[in-house]
């Protein structure tokens, strides 16, 4: 019989939600970020399938890592997301694992980031690939200034909402 480990990675390439929550919920141990012989995680493989079910499982899952770099070309899910050849799953998918905050300024082993992939000139749906990509990159760089909890709620009209000055 197959380990939990294994069954992960055969739910994911084969979308099975049902055997997917039966290991998740199962009573044998198992890595949610279990590499195969090439690298790969269960959700690599939901990722360049691609698996709808099995991937918002997988990034429901504590402990999910979204930007896990195979070995094979040190490609990340996104890098994965980025060659389906149907534009809106492409998009589907990038856009579930930027929601669940997958970085897209990491290179694989071409040295290549995930928006190199991407034909924006020649394709509507890359273009807003492409977009997408900066808005989570300026929100990466932006998050640790954005979330701290020193600077000024600056809400115009409210008493001690910043300066005063008109």
């Given amino acids: 019989m197959a380990s939990p480990n294994e069954r992960l990675i055969y739910a994911a390439k084969t979308d099975s939600a049902e055997m997917l929550q039966a290991v998740l919920s ?3 141990e198992f890595d949610v970020n279990f590499q195969d012989g090439l690298g790969n995680t269960a959700l690599h493989y939901a990722a360049s399938a691609p698996s709808p ?3 918002s499982i997988l990034l429901e899952t504590e402990g999910t890592d979204v930007d896990l770099q ?3 070309d040190r490609a990340t899910p996104l890098h994965l997301a980025v060659k389906l050849e149907n534009e809106d799953a492409r998009q ?3 856009e579930m694992l930027l929601d669940a905050g997958a970085d897209p300024s990491l290179r694989d082993r071409h040295g290549l980031r995930v928006q190199d992939y991407l034909r924006p000139t020649s394709s509507d749906v890359d ?4 977009q997408m990509l900066r808005v989570a990159m300026a929100e990466k760089t932006m998050g640790g200034v954005a979330n701290n909890a020193d600077l000024a709620d600056d809400d115009d009209g ?3 909402s910043g300066s005063e000055s008109d």
Avoid: H, M
Avoid at 127 to 130: L, S, T, V
């Fill in 158 to 160: 409210e008493p001690g």
């Fill in 53 to 55: 079910d099995a991937l």
């Fill in 70 to 72: 195979n070995r094979l």
């Fill in 92 to 94: 589907g998918v990038i």
């Fill in 127 to 130: 273009k807003e690939i492409a």
């Fill in 26 to 28: 199962g009573s044998e």
